[in-house]
Protein backbone atom coordinates (compact mmCIF):
# COMPACT_ATOMS: atom_id res chain seq x y z
CA UNK A 1 0.00 0.00 0.00
CA UNK A 2 2.95 2.64 0.63
CA UNK A 3 4.15 1.68 -2.64
CA UNK A 4 1.48 2.91 -4.39
CA UNK A 5 0.84 5.98 -1.90
CA UNK A 6 4.24 6.48 -3.15
CA UNK A 7 3.83 5.78 -6.90
CA UNK A 8 6.57 3.28 -6.58
CA UNK A 9 6.27 -0.52 -7.71
CA UNK A 10 5.71 -2.77 -5.25
CA UNK A 11 8.07 -6.00 -4.23
CA UNK A 12 6.13 -9.08 -5.10
CA UNK A 13 5.65 -11.27 -2.53
CA UNK A 14 3.48 -14.61 -0.95
CA UNK A 15 0.59 -14.82 1.27
CA UNK A 16 1.11 -17.52 3.54
CA UNK A 17 -1.71 -17.68 5.75
CA UNK A 18 -4.97 -15.48 5.23
CA UNK A 19 -6.00 -13.92 8.08
CA UNK A 20 -9.82 -13.35 8.35
CA UNK A 21 -11.50 -11.62 11.79
CA UNK A 22 -11.40 -14.11 14.78
CA UNK A 23 -8.98 -16.54 13.41
CA UNK A 24 -7.00 -18.00 16.17
CA UNK A 25 -3.11 -18.62 15.74
CA UNK A 26 -2.22 -21.48 18.06
CA UNK A 27 1.63 -20.70 19.48
CA UNK A 28 1.66 -23.31 22.22
CA UNK A 29 1.12 -21.66 25.02
CA UNK A 30 -0.50 -18.53 23.67
CA UNK A 31 -3.70 -18.43 21.29
CA UNK A 32 -3.76 -15.24 19.50
CA UNK A 33 -6.92 -14.20 18.36
CA UNK A 34 -6.76 -11.71 14.80
CA UNK A 35 -9.09 -8.72 15.26
CA UNK A 36 -9.99 -6.88 12.09
CA UNK A 37 -9.54 -3.48 12.93
CA UNK A 38 -9.63 -1.13 10.28
CA UNK A 39 -8.79 2.58 10.39
CA UNK A 40 -4.94 3.00 9.46
CA UNK A 41 -5.19 1.11 6.95
CA UNK A 42 -8.47 -0.58 5.97
CA UNK A 43 -6.59 -4.31 6.57
CA UNK A 44 -5.35 -3.68 9.38
CA UNK A 45 -5.26 -6.34 12.31
CA UNK A 46 -4.50 -6.83 16.24
CA UNK A 47 -3.72 -10.02 17.88
CA UNK A 48 -5.19 -10.62 21.38
CA UNK A 49 -4.04 -13.24 23.33
CA UNK A 50 -7.02 -13.26 26.30
CA UNK A 51 -5.13 -16.25 28.42
CA UNK A 52 -2.64 -13.64 29.03
CA UNK A 53 -4.39 -10.09 28.66
CA UNK A 54 -2.11 -9.40 25.95
CA UNK A 55 -2.62 -6.82 22.79
CA UNK A 56 -0.33 -6.68 19.55
CA UNK A 57 -1.30 -3.24 18.01
CA UNK A 58 0.97 -3.54 14.98
CA UNK A 59 0.37 0.49 13.54
CA UNK A 60 -3.20 0.58 14.73
CA UNK A 61 -2.66 2.44 18.45
CA UNK A 62 0.85 2.98 19.65
CA UNK A 63 1.55 3.45 23.74
CA UNK A 64 -0.03 6.52 25.41
CA UNK A 65 -2.98 6.56 22.84
CA UNK A 66 -0.80 7.71 19.87
CA UNK A 67 -2.90 7.14 16.58
CA UNK A 68 -0.20 6.07 13.63
CA UNK A 69 -2.28 8.59 11.13
CA UNK A 70 -5.17 7.55 8.43
CA UNK A 71 -3.66 6.18 5.42
CA UNK A 72 -5.45 6.45 1.78
CA UNK A 73 -7.57 3.35 2.76
CA UNK A 74 -8.23 3.75 6.01
CA UNK A 75 -11.03 6.02 7.88
CA UNK A 76 -11.23 8.05 10.45
CA UNK A 77 -14.73 6.43 10.97
CA UNK A 78 -13.60 3.21 11.21
CA UNK A 79 -10.77 3.86 13.52
CA UNK A 80 -13.10 5.23 15.70
CA UNK A 81 -15.29 1.69 15.99
CA UNK A 82 -11.89 -0.14 16.32
CA UNK A 83 -10.44 1.98 19.19
CA UNK A 84 -14.03 1.38 21.03
CA UNK A 85 -14.29 -2.34 19.88
CA UNK A 86 -10.40 -2.19 21.95
CA UNK A 87 -11.42 -0.75 24.55
CA UNK A 88 -13.81 -3.61 25.50
CA UNK A 89 -11.06 -6.26 25.88
CA UNK A 90 -9.18 -7.03 29.22
CA UNK A 91 -5.93 -6.05 28.41
CA UNK A 92 -2.88 -5.88 31.03
CA UNK A 93 -0.21 -5.03 27.54
CA UNK A 94 0.18 -3.23 24.30
CA UNK A 95 2.39 -3.99 22.55
CA UNK A 96 2.61 -1.91 19.36
CA UNK A 97 4.78 -1.60 16.33
CA UNK A 98 6.72 0.88 16.84
CA UNK A 99 8.09 2.41 20.69
CA UNK A 100 7.62 1.21 23.54
CA UNK A 101 5.29 -1.12 25.78
CA UNK A 102 2.32 0.43 27.12
CA UNK A 103 1.75 -0.87 30.90
CA UNK A 104 -1.51 1.31 30.76
CA UNK A 105 -3.62 -0.02 28.41
CA UNK A 106 -7.14 1.00 29.33
CA UNK A 107 -5.89 4.98 29.83
CA UNK A 108 -3.88 4.31 26.34
CA UNK A 109 -7.25 3.37 24.64
CA UNK A 110 -9.39 6.09 26.21
CA UNK A 111 -6.79 8.84 25.11
CA UNK A 112 -7.17 6.93 21.48
CA UNK A 113 -10.94 6.93 21.55
CA UNK A 114 -10.39 10.60 22.26
CA UNK A 115 -7.27 11.26 19.80
CA UNK A 116 -10.08 9.86 17.02
CA UNK A 117 -13.30 11.70 18.15
CA UNK A 118 -11.28 14.83 17.91
CA UNK A 119 -9.86 14.38 14.47
CA UNK A 120 -13.21 13.07 12.98
CA UNK A 121 -14.87 16.14 14.47
CA UNK A 122 -11.65 18.71 12.59
CA UNK A 123 -12.40 16.62 9.54
CA UNK A 124 -16.04 17.47 9.61
CA UNK A 125 -15.23 20.82 10.73
CA UNK A 126 -12.58 20.87 7.38
CA UNK A 127 -15.13 19.50 4.84
CA UNK A 128 -17.88 21.97 6.48
CA UNK A 129 -15.67 24.78 5.71
CA UNK A 130 -14.90 23.78 1.93
CA UNK A 131 -18.48 23.40 1.34
CA UNK A 132 -17.58 20.32 -1.31
CA UNK A 133 -21.72 20.07 -1.77
CA UNK A 134 -21.41 23.34 -3.76
CA UNK A 135 -18.28 22.30 -5.05
CA UNK A 136 -19.40 19.35 -6.06
CA UNK A 137 -22.55 20.55 -7.86
CA UNK A 138 -20.24 23.18 -9.62
CA UNK A 139 -18.17 20.79 -11.02
CA UNK A 140 -20.93 18.51 -11.86
CA UNK A 141 -22.58 21.02 -14.19
CA UNK A 142 -19.44 22.31 -15.36
CA UNK A 143 -18.09 18.93 -16.51
CA UNK A 144 -21.94 18.28 -18.53
CA UNK A 145 -22.16 22.04 -19.69
CA UNK A 146 -25.67 22.25 -17.78
CA UNK A 147 -26.96 25.51 -15.97
CA UNK A 148 -26.65 25.67 -12.39
CA UNK A 149 -30.07 25.15 -10.90
CA UNK A 150 -31.19 28.29 -9.04
CA UNK A 151 -31.90 28.43 -5.35
Known sequence: MMSKYFDRLAKPFQVDICLDGETIIELGNYRLTVLHTPG?????????????????????????????????SGSISD??????????????EIYPGHGRVSQNPREDLERAIGETRLLLEESKLLFEALDTKATFERLFYSWRKFPLPRG
Open 40 to 72: HTSGCICLYEPDHKLLFTGDTVLSEGILSGVFP
Open 79 to 92: YLMSMQRLHCLVVD
